[in-house]
């Protein structure tokens, strides 16, 4: 499948997964991605908080895996192909290297094109 570098009418989107919805998968979109990378770093961003709020002390990477099966979001992004970021090329590195609060390497929130949309409001 051939994958345009070039956003998509509205930007990029980002599927956000509910983990712990079972069968029923429960799922959010975040548009506005002006570029691929953003939304990539954002997909990243957002996937590695979700495996550090799944992680309790002393866990096992392991553990600390399942429990983000179990419990966690993911995300990917929407159209993007093999050029979209995805979870299964960096959790492991993720439930073996925790990160902590307030880490740049967690905050998708800055990456969130939402925040311009509300401040136009």
Request: proline content about 6%; charged content about 25%.
């Amino acid at each position: 499948m051939m994958v345009s570098l070039f956003a998509p009418a509205g930007g990029w989107v980002v599927r956000i997964v509910d983990l712990s919805g079972g069968i029923e998968i429960e799922g959010e979109e975040v548009h506005g991605f002006a570029t691929l990378m953003h939304a990539n770093a954002f997909a990243r961003a957002y996937v590695r908080d979700s495996v550090e709020r799944c992680r309790l002390p002393g866990a096992s990477p392991r553990d600390v895996a399942a429990a983000w099966h179990a419990f966690g979001e993911d995300a990917e992004v929407i159209g993007a192909g093999d050029l979209g970021w995805f979870s299964a090329l960096e959790l492991a590195l993720f439930a073996a290297n925790p990160v902590p609060p307030g880490s740049a390497e967690r905050d998708w929130r800055s990456l969130d094109p939402r925040r311009f949309a509300d401040a136009d409001d």
